[in-house]
């Protein structure tokens, strides 16, 4: 492996740093499987043969297979001419390989295959039991169901990670989201015990042959001798040879050749009906960003033929083309697609439910087998203006349905909560009520786009990372690099003192105006608001500050079951208090939040509560500053605000889709987002040419028959 891989790796990474045209021939002896049998491991050299030119296209590949077996010093003499000649005249075949007097090289010949009954097969025993390793992956699930219709008795699904418990298999569906890895695997696996077999998932490493054998053993006991093999595991880990590194390029080579080294080690005493391995057509093609791939398959390729020539059983390779719909292929698209949200299902990742009804599910992103590892969950909603009150009951005179900043504060209060649950090593603690929030700043309008009078659907993510000592929380939609709101937040153990009663009519008497309202709702000409921000009771104003009375109206009083700051009693219980802006005029001025320095949340909001802010007459022209205490009839603080900003704007602003609240927009790394983009172009190419699981069945029955 040393002299076969590793060094023409490091070689490959050393000429890539050069731009001078050139050509690199490797010679080896008895790689190709022609007349004398071949050895295997040296077939991982095709991956940097074969990868090299597409990612260095002023560097020319050329691989020269000899044989050294009973050659004699003439046979050597000639071998060495043969080598030169080759090399001298610089021909285009990429594989060339010498036997004797004969020149070889590789084409690709159709191998016509008859047509299959679907459900005959000759190749199956009825009742038998078969062991797929990645039996739990994409296309291990697909072949294991199948295998199953065609009448196998038991099927041993193995991978790195097992299902959990069958017991507790209902309330797993119950508390996860249906796109959530593990529900989907328990869901094909109960589909495949409809079909009369019975499933064995067991977790083991293919590399590591002690518990390979264990897991062997264990499937042996449980479902009798095993009648047949299919190595499907594997993984890939696209990146360039520049900055592959070699822990990675280890671990994608080895679940493929260490893992079929072990398998066929572990049932070489034991007879078999067939010993299947999964390769990709990478082997062939040499795909840009798979060095490690391209080796791993070219190595099963060859093996299969080398032990159909020694071992019992029929020995097959499939070279498989992309999948559509399922397995790796789709996930690395997903993975490098822009939203992240598809990822964790994808990649194995668990997908949970939320309560909250603005929030519909969140995906632990956290790397457990890190031993420092960050806690990180990202939150997804699907938001809807017929679904979600906060867009439908807060649109703009001109028809834009958009979040308001306190359900901006409201969403990352809600997500970070769940996060701490989540994140906490005890299951049963309770959830954490007192946080702070801090640095919130609100960059950029999450609104629906309104096309033809119809508002289209979008999807907004939380990124929630860190403990509860301190996390960061960003909001986004498209792309995490343009968030609409970034903050932090930390949980509060010891709510200060602050929470002491405050003297609300010593306020009422140093705040004598009383604003006029229309009825419930606030006086203004911007806003078209829903009936929850008919909340308004009372706005008593003095000299900069005022104190607000607020209740919801009496039919939404389920909402604070999951609203903790309710987001349009928030929004009208500070922005009612912009009378106390220097010449602000309520039908001429509109003022849109960009930033609360400070949100310290105690308690959940009641129904009917005071709000005393007060103005900061310091901020800069254009903004507007306040600190606010948000208290219960009876005086006692829930919430205490510092440094909610506001920023005045054109009363259009939000007609525009890109509408920014402030100048200091995140940093755009272009050529992150241009990379990323190729690569999902590239993995889009491919999935243009996908099979779909019909025709890979179609194709797995045809090549077994
Ligand atoms: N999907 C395609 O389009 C495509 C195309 C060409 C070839 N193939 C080949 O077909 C095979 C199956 O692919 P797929 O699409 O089904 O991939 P997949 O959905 O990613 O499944 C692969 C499975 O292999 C398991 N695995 C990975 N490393 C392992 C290890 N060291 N020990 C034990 N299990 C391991 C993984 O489970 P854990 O993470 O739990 O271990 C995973 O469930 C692969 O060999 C792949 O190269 C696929």
Known sequence: MQSCFWGLFNLSKVLCEYETPMRLTVVSDDMQSIVTPSIPEKSLLIGPISVLPH??????TQSIDISLLHISADGLKKVAKQIIHEIDSANDERMVAYRGNDRWIRTIKDAPIKEMNHLESEWLRPGGTYLITGGLGGIGLTIAKHLAELGAGHLVLLGRRSLPERSSWESWLAQHADNDATSQRIQKVQAIEDCGAKVISIAANVVDHESMAQAVSDATAKCGSIHGVIHAAGTMDDQLIMLKSRASAEAVIDAKVKGALILDDIFSAQPLDFFIVFSSIASYLGLPGQIDYTAANAFLDTFAIERSQRANGKSLVINWNAWRDIGMVVNGMEVNGQQENIEAGASGKEIYRVAH??????????DHLLQQHKQQHLFSTHFSINKHWLLSEHQTKTGVALIPGTGIVELMRAAYTEHCTRASEDHNRKAVTAIALTDIQFLS????????GQHKDRDLYIRVEGDEQQANLTLYSESD??????GQARVLNAPPSLQANSDISGIQNRCTKVLETDGKYLAQSFMDFGPRWGCV?????????????????????????DYQIHPSLLDIAIGG????????DKYQ?????????????FDAMPKRFFSHVRYDSSAPEGLARFDASLMDEAGKIFAEIKGFTMKQVEADFASSSTSTFTTSTSTTNTETKKESHSSADNLAAILREAISPEEGIEAFDRVMA
């Open 589 to 601: 001025d509109f003022y849109v939040p960009i930033a609360y320095e400070q949100f310290n949340f």
């Open 577 to 584: 208090s912009q009378v106390l802006i220097n010449g602000f």
């Open 445 to 452: 309008a999450f609104q629906l786009e309104n096309e033809d």
């Open 55 to 60: 990612e260095m296209p002023h560097i020319e």
């Open 481 to 486: 690099e343009m968030p609409h709101a970034i």
């Open 537 to 561: 009771d009372s706005i008593q104003y003095g000299d900069a500050e005022s104190l607000l009375a607020i209740e919801l109206p009496e039919s939404f009083i389920s909402d604070l079951e």
């Open 357 to 366: 009804p603005a929030l519909d599910q969140c995906i632990d992103l956290s």
